[in-house]
């Protein structure tokens, strides 16, 4: 699963529009999210990412796929100045 697929599945889950979402991270209209999430669109941002989770409600956490190698686990949050 990509970022993308990620962002529109946390959408349904929630059961926000784009626009609802555009709202949240202080868009002015639907068109910021929806050209994050265009098939023609390259990769978004990590802090985009992150920003549409945590409107959402989600975290973002980054953990090694073998805990018995390496148990320790990192929290992604935005920036002051990007909230």
């Given at each position: 699963?990509?970022?993308?697929?990620?962002?529109?599945?946390?959408?349904?889950?929630?059961?926000?529009?784009?626009?609802?979402?555009?709202?949240?991270v202080g868009y002015s209209g639907q068109s910021g999210?929806?050209?994050?999430?265009?098939?023609?669109?390259?990769?978004?941002?990590?802090?985009e990412f992150v920003k549409y989770l945590s409107a959402?409600?989600?975290?973002?956490?980054?953990?090694?796929?073998?805990?018995?190698?390496?148990?320790?686990?990192?929290?992604?949050?935005?920036?002051?100045?990007?909230?």
């Amino acid at each position: 699963m990509n970022e993308k697929e990620i962002i529109k599945s946390a959408l349904d889950d929630c059961g926000w529009s784009q626009k609802t979402l555009a709202q949240k991270v202080g868009y002015s209209g639907q068109s910021g999210v929806g050209n994050h999430l265009s098939k023609r669109s390259s990769s978004m941002k990590v802090s985009e990412f992150v920003k549409y989770l945590s409107a959402m409600g989600y975290e973002v956490i980054v953990k090694s796929s073998s805990d018995k190698k390496n148990p320790i686990q990192w929290k992604l949050t935005l920036e002051e100045e990007d909230k």
